[in-house]
């Protein structure tokens, strides 16, 4: 303890005082110092002010003048006002998408799988089946939720006085035009994609799986009192139990020009044996006609006791494992369609089916882009009040108008023959041509 205190009594009377010294010297240092430079510095100030100020001053109001102008000094941000308004167009278009997605969901695959599920198919392929059927749904949700997310979008900015406010600060339509369309293109491209490629992969795994589950239980495709119309043939089913059909009638046309008509009391259904044959039935007690449709008075008739009916692959898939147009990518469409013309061999409707088909793999994703071209006007035209709502009904009427054209368009090609490019990208054209005579209007107003 002693040395503690011979040390704290040391530092007290030595060290402080001369730090405090220290101190004291060169604040006085200091202060000679800046005493000498003081003429220096005012000397300086004075040419400053009477030379330089007037150049200086000069040279910072061009260089603010070039930040206000090509900077945007003292303005919003374009970029932020792009972010923001790609931020709720994508924000509706996720809500708008989830909409029809679960109104396509629920008419193309609950009702297919609650068909097969009363046929006692397993539970692990009627879900792989809706998983190979999801990018048709996406394929078909996509353009549609563009025209509705992005007319209740832009409607409630319109309806929340946000437009004109972009517009009251000396913006223009462009600001708002630009990121709607490249959003659009986006969706467009992403639903090309699906179309393009996951949906030929989905298409062929479905019918592999579907031929598997007819193969192994034939009764899902012979339904109890229905007319069944196959390629070139039509089955009338009476009673169907336990895969015995009863009061069964086959009619059947040969190319050369030949009718044939089966009528059998009872038939069983059995699992196919063979290579090529979806399912069997074996007919008792079958009476068979053969009729020449050119001359009705001749005809054969054949009784049989017991009769073995093929349906063959292709009678419900359309061909015999050969890749229909839905289960290729546009580029073996392309090179499909491009052979079909080499060759000849074709008739002219098989060739509008595969050229409608692949015009409909552009046609559809593409829709999307005119969509969101034709959101922009309607929104600002009609949207001043209740933009959400009435953005909803609005696109919900032309979806249907668009659905409408574009089954009217797939069925006037495929069963009367028009041109399938003119009928796929006819309501594309109808509502790209809209949007330009709404966004003149929107202009004029």
């Known amino acids: 303890m002693s040395l503690l205190k011979k040390a704290s009594s040391f530092c007290q009377k030595t060290i402080i005082p001369l730090v405090e010294k220290g101190i004291s010297f060169f604040r006085a240092v200091m202060v000679r110092v800046a005493g000498l430079f003081s003429p220096f510095v005012c000397l300086v100030k004075k040419l400053y002010f009477r030379f330089l100020k007037d150049k200086v001053s000069r040279v910072l109001e061009f260089i603010d003048r070039i930040q206000t102008k090509y900077l945007k000094k003292g303005q919003l941000k374009n970029y932020v006002l792009v972010r923001y308004i790609v931020k709720e167009l994508l924000l509706y278009f996720v809500v708008a998408f989830l909409f029809f997605f679960m109104i396509f969901f629920c008419n193309q695959i609950l009702l ?3 068909q097969i599920l009363k046929k006692r198919v397993p539970f692990a392929d009627v879900c792989r089946l809706i998983a190979y059927t ?3 749904v996406i394929a ?6 563009t025209l509705v997310g992005f007319l209740m979008c832009l409607g409630r900015l319109m309806s929340d006085n946000e437009i004109l406010i972009i517009r009251a600060s000396g913006q223009s339509y462009a600001v708002v035009m630009i990121p709607v369309l490249i959003l659009g293109l986006v969706i467009s491209i992403f639903s090309f994609f699906v179309n393009d490629y996951l949906l030929p992969v989905g298409t062929i795994n479905y019918n592999k799986l579907y031929r598997k589950i007819i193969a192994s239980n034939p009764g899902i495709e ?3 009192n229905t007319i069944k119309r196959l390629n070139d043939s039509t089955i009338v089913i009476g009673d169907v139990k336990d895969g015995v059909v009863s009061d069964l009638i086959f009619f059947d046309r040969g190319n050369d020009g030949s009718q044939c008509i089966i009528v059998a009391g009872k038939s069983t259904l059995l699992s196919a044996k063979k290579e090529g044959v979806l399912m069997q039935m074996n007919m008792s007690d079958a009476v068979v006609s053969f009729l020449d449709t050119k001359n009705r008075r001749n005809f054969d008739v054949l009784d049989s006791g017991a009769t073995t009916l093929n349906i063959f692959d ?3 898939f359309g061909t015999n494992y050969a890749a229909s147009p839905r289960e290729m990518t546009s580029f073996d469409l ?3 369609i491009k052979n079909m013309r080499s060759k000849k ?8 089916r595969y050229v409608m088909e692949y015009n409909k793999k552009f046609s559809m994703p593409f829709g999307s882009i005119f969509f969101a071209f034709l959101a922009l006007p309607l929104a600002f035209l009609f949207g001043k009040h209740n933009g959400q709502t009435i953005g909803l009904i609005i696109g919900l009427f032309i979806c249907v108008l668009y659905w409408a054209m574009m089954i009217l368009g797939q069925i006037f090609s495929s069963r009367n023959g028009l041109n399938g490019f003119i009928m796929m990208w006819l309501p594309d054209t109808v509502i790209g041509i809209a949007g330009v005579l709404f966004y003149l209007a929107l202009k004029r107003k």
């Open 134 to 136: 999801l990018p048709s």
């Open 140 to 145: 078909q949700s996509a353009p549609f939720a």
């Open 112 to 114: 297919l799988a609650e």
């Open 222 to 224: 012979i339904e109890p």
């Open 334 to 336: 392309g090179r499909t």
């Open 314 to 316: 292709s009678s419900i």
């Open 345 to 352: 061999s074709y008739s002219q409707r098989q060739l509008n």
